[in-house]
């Protein structure tokens, strides 16, 4: 990975359909990267969907974004999030 200590940022990312004390602090570059680190080590539940809506709010700034992640390739999928 070519990312300096430097060039990582702290977001607290959880997902959309659970409680706000089951995130959890990542450092990544960007909201998407932090977004897919989450997904990718998180354990799905049985009735998960083909994507999954994560919230990644960063920590320094307090910005927010949502995004789907679809679970087979942990990419994003287009269009936004649902609300919640």
Same mark, same amino acid.
């Given at each position: 990975? =070519?990312?300096?200590? !430097?060039?990582? #940022?702290? +977001?607290?990312?959880? @997902?959309?359909?659970?409680?706000?004390?089951? $995130?959890?602090?990542?450092?990544?570059? =960007? +909201?998407? /990267?932090? /977004?897919? @680190?989450? &997904?990718?080590?998180?354990?799905?539940? /049985?009735? /998960?969907?083909?994507?999954? !809506?994560? &919230?990644?709010?960063?920590?320094?700034? $307090?910005?927010?974004? #949502? +995004?789907?992640?679809?679970?087979?390739? $942990?990419?994003?999928? =287009?269009?936004?999030?649902?609300?919640?």
């Amino acid at each position: 990975m =070519s990312d300096t200590a !430097s060039d990582l #940022r702290r +977001f607290r990312v959880r @997902a959309l359909h659970d409680d706000i004390h089951h $995130g959890r602090v990542v450092s990544e570059p =960007s +909201f998407e /990267a932090a /977004a897919i @680190a989450f &997904v990718e080590h998180m354990p799905m539940p /049985a009735d /998960a969907g083909p994507a999954i !809506s994560v &919230v990644v709010h960063d920590i320094h700034t $307090g910005h927010e974004h #949502r +995004f789907r992640i679809d679970i087979g390739t $942990g990419e994003p999928v =287009s269009g936004p999030a649902p609300n919640k």
